[in-house]
């Protein structure tokens, strides 16, 4: 009785550990996998981490500069005088206290200027998100594919065995030849190996996948789940063109870019005029004869004369840095034109493919496999014909699923030309 306990509760052990390994193979959706991205991707947080730096440069830009103090001593004296040495006695003390007050503005375009550095700090962020997002959904995709792919594998060889299963009674009942079995069963080959390359396709497309999430999940526990499928709804060229004018970071980053070299040459305007230097003092001078006059002020105010440094070298490069980064942002306009305009001309090819397939050739390739596959069995159609029928069935399947693959690569490259989702 202790003994059957015992193995009572080692089969229940064993059971909560198959429960909990088949709980932790939890198939994500997209929004997981990306959320999941988005926390655990170094380098978006590399580039947090440089958005943080860029701040933090904007509270050195705008700090005042600090005042000057100095302290005078003089007429200490150096030898005794009538017997007595008193070295403090004559002593001159005087405390000046300077300060350089920054005129036109300087310290607020400083501030200004390190502005405009983190808004670009900022794009290059959200363009940095939408580059690797872009590698993600790839991978995603790529997954899918690769599953729909090992399905369909899956199902052909189950489908051969079948009609393995039923040819081999034919044989035993004298219907059909060896060698036309042999040919069948040979034939077995090809199905197989789609098997075994799709176990290990898809095995390879989780390993990218896991490693753009940062994420050390064995292979065998990891999976993702999503429609694989396409839309014949397409938006139009000119709704998807003004989307990436609004919406594209690289181009507002160019933008923001222009705008941070008008704000340098105005700085450097103002760095070309003068800031004057206020001071003033306190002395005690003892050695005045008059013992009500040995304590004065006193102040001044210093001007440099900028007769040859008028900053006119940073003047001069901050304008034509206006210059180049306006050619640049047209450059950036330019290839948000060129990217939509692609990715939308291949996004409405791959659609004009599927949708044949999907209201015909899906169809009539397997009706063609059925109908010849039981006019085989019924000594109707020859071997070459079952075989092509096989062939062909394949063939229509695996093209229909790699372009169904195409359709989604190309929706997201329409999505990253446009800078956000406009095809889910």
Sequence with gaps: MKRLSGRLWFGLFLAAVSASSGWAQKSLTWQEVRDKFQQANPSLRAGQVGIDESRAQEITAYLRPNPNLAVSVDGIQIAPSQGVWKPLSGATESPNLSYLHERRHKRELRLESAQDATKIAVSGQSDLERTLVFELRNAFIQTLQEKAVLSLARENLSYYDHVLDVNRERYKAGAIAQVDLDRLEIQRVQYESDLQTAEVNLRTAKIQLLALLN??????????????????QIVALDAVRQIALDTRPDLRGALQTVEKAKTDHRLAIANGSTDPTFAAWWTHNPSFNNPFDHESLGASISVPLRIFDRNQGEKLRTQLDIGRSEQ??????????????SAHATVTSTVTL???YKARYLQQASRIRDTISFSYEHGAASLLDFLNAQSDYRSVQVSYLNLVGSYLSAANQLNLAAGREVIQ
């Design 354 to 356: 599927l949708e044949p």
């Design 215 to 232: 994420d050390r999940t064995p292979v065998e526990q990891f999976d993702v789940t999503g429609p694989f499928e396409f839309s014949d």
């Design 328 to 341: 640049l942002m047209e450059v950036a306009r330019a290839q948000v034109f060129s990217d939509v305009d």
